[in-house]
């Protein structure tokens, strides 16, 4: 092997810089607050008239104004350089207000606030109530919310003291800080990165752009990153399975040489091919199971590495005739599934006196096991009474119950047959034919979900399970990481479904209760 050749030089000088640059940033970020910043700039310090005893005849008027010889126009410019937003209630002062500038030898006479195109909803902010106004040298500036890169300026007209004097904003922000900036004329903006920060970006670009055209020159095919060539197995999962259609063919298409098959079976079919696989096998099969909540298998299959990709929300679907505008209640549903609700017109008289049909997964299926542990508390303990949903093989039984072996069987069964309830993944819900079912008075969103606006129940995390790592560079790992380490993120999102990589959804995929 030869060491010492010119792409393993850059790449170890490129490693060795980007570890220092590194620990450089971490100190700095750790010793400065960045993540939180206002910074205020003075764009403009003029008097007004002529101050050499000449007279002024363009703004002379002022001269004849009382108190306002020495008359003076600051343009103050107070922005968001930080890397997050700043609220309201970020500002750490006690006072009603946010900020204060303090104009040394100066008295405030007047303030005029203007602020960006597209930036109109900041005004809103300066009003008396919310604290904006002045006495003396101090001008106080209210909360106002800024998002990442706003600002706003105040021009204000002074008298007394004279231009060049000390102004200043007090003032402090939870978790980060005010501070000066300079600037040299009204219209430029501050620079993004600073100079030492500049030139390490610079050099850092530099390094991995002569690192990189050493290897397409060695190179005539070379895979993008992230990619890797071979065939892989997806499986498990019905109710995850679109989004994972969709992220196997974007992966194809960015990656020559990858085949990514998808073939979903239901969350512990899918798993139990993977144990049954990697059994069989001397190292990590290329294979990843999909499963709706944790598997029962994790805690007797020690080889099977589980990874949290997404939560996903789930939901009661009835028969359109069955109007059921306030849903369920949990207590409901449990009597519904013990078979002790055999009509409908038993819950409320309203309701169509139509009888009772369980349309519900096999025991494969993941939606089953959250529904099971999140809604019924229990198993559902009735057998199967019907093989085709419509007739009752056994007489005997209080309600009519099937099961199914995919989430679209369900919903095509319940739209089909009047009285039937069943389950399914929110975002799947859209048949013609169907209601979704709130539970104890809240909807299915996950808009409320992510926010936590609801405690809405029927809800679960999307687990990935592959036998034992898979080894690093091979398709099953780079695939693995396309899909819950961010790539995949937009995808999972359009779905319906919270990816585990967004900081918001991490304490909701970490509070799994398994």
Partial sequence: ?????????????????????????????????????????????????????????????????????????????????????????????????????????????????????????LMDHFTAESGFGYEGNRLRIPRVPLNRGEHFKLLVLLSGGDVGREIRLIGGIHDGEVHPNRSATPDDQPPLFSRAARLISITLTLSVLTLAGIVIARDDHPLPIGCARGTLTVTGSTAFAPVVRDLAKQYEDRCEGSDIRVDARGSEAGVGDLVSLGARSKSAPAMIAFSDGPTPRAGVVSDLDGTR?????????????????????????????????????????????????????????????????????????????????????????????????????????????PGAIGYSELNLARHKGLRRVPLDGAAASIEDIEYRRSNYPYRGVEYAYTYRRPLAGSLTAQFLAYVSQGTGESEIRTHGHLPCSAPAVLPLCADDDG
């Fill in 1 to 121: 092997m030869q060491w010492f050749s010119p792409e393993n030089v850059v790449a170890v000088g490129t490693a060795v810089l980007g570890i220092v640059a590194s620990v450089a940033m971490v100190w700095y970020e750790r010793r400065v607050p960045r993540r939180k910043r206002i910074g205020y700039r003075v764009q403009m310090d003029n008097p007004i008239g002529d101050r050499s005893g000449r007279a002024n005849r363009r703004l002379g008027l002022f001269d004849e104004t009382p108190d306002m010889a020495d008359a003076t126009l600051v343009l103050l410019r107070i922005e968001n350089d930080g890397s997050q937003g700043i609220g309201g209630g970020d500002y750490s002062g006690p006072e009603s207000h946010g900020l204060t500038a303090v104009f040394t030898d100066r008295i405030v006479r007047g303030v005029s606030v203007t602020q960006p195109t597209n930036t109109d909803h």
């Fill in 309 to 417: 990709v997404a939560v996903s929300a789930f939901t009661l679907v009835v028969n359109e005739g069955v109007d059921l505008p306030h849903g369920l209640s949990l207590a409901d549903v449990r009597r519904i599934y013990r078979g002790q609700v055999t009509r409908w017109k038993q819950l409320d008289p309203h309701l169509p006196d139509l009888p009772v049909v369980l349309v519900s997964r096999n025991a494969d299926s993941g939606t089953r096991q959250i529904f099971q542990r999140r809604v019924l508390g229990t198993w559902e303990r009735a057998p199967s009474t019907s093989l085709d949903c419509v007739h009752q093989d056994d007489r005997s039984a209080p309600v009519m119950r099937c099961e199914l072996d995919s989430t679209q069987k369900v919903l095509d069964t319940v739209a089909r047959i």
